[in-house]
Nanobody, 115 residues
Framework: QVQLVESGGGLVQPGGSLRLSCAAS????????MGWYRQSPGKQRELVST???????NYEDSVKARFTITSDNAKNTVYLQMNSLKPDDTAVYYC?????????WGQGTQVTVSA
């Protein structure tokens, strides 16, 4: 069983920054991709950003110019640097790992953007 442990959420003012981290309790061997999804009340969970084991990244359009995803394969960890945060970014952010065709999820971390 793979466990994903997230950290870094919190309350930030509009225009501020946060950095999310997610560590996987498994060697990076076999991990196809890791990434972040988010869900706000009344909405479906949506993709934010992913990164494959070979470093190919993908971003949801509204975050492309503001968020950056990176990974440290030696630490089995993925990071999401979020800049220029907006109230619409408020959501629970979930870490995801895709391993052998199966999705694993973290417990979620709350990000609130408010003045």
């Amino acid at each position: 069983q793979v466990q994903l442990v997230e950290s870094g959420g919190g309350l930030v003012q509009p225009g501020g920054s946060l950095r999310l981290s997610c560590a996987a309790s498994k060697s990076s061997v076999g991990i196809y991709s890791m990434g972040w999804y988010r869900q706000s009340p009344g909405k479906q969970r949506e993709l934010v950003s992913t990164i494959t084991s070979s470093g190919v990244t993908n971003y949801e359009d509204s975050v492309k110019a503001r968020f950056t995803i990176t990974s440290d394969n030696a630490k089995n960890t993925v990071y999401l640097q979020m800049n220029s945060l907006k109230p619409d970014d408020t959501a629970v952010y979930y870490c995801n790992a895709r391993i052998a065709g199966r999705d694993y999820w973290g417990q979620g971390t709350q990000v609130t953007v408010s003045a």
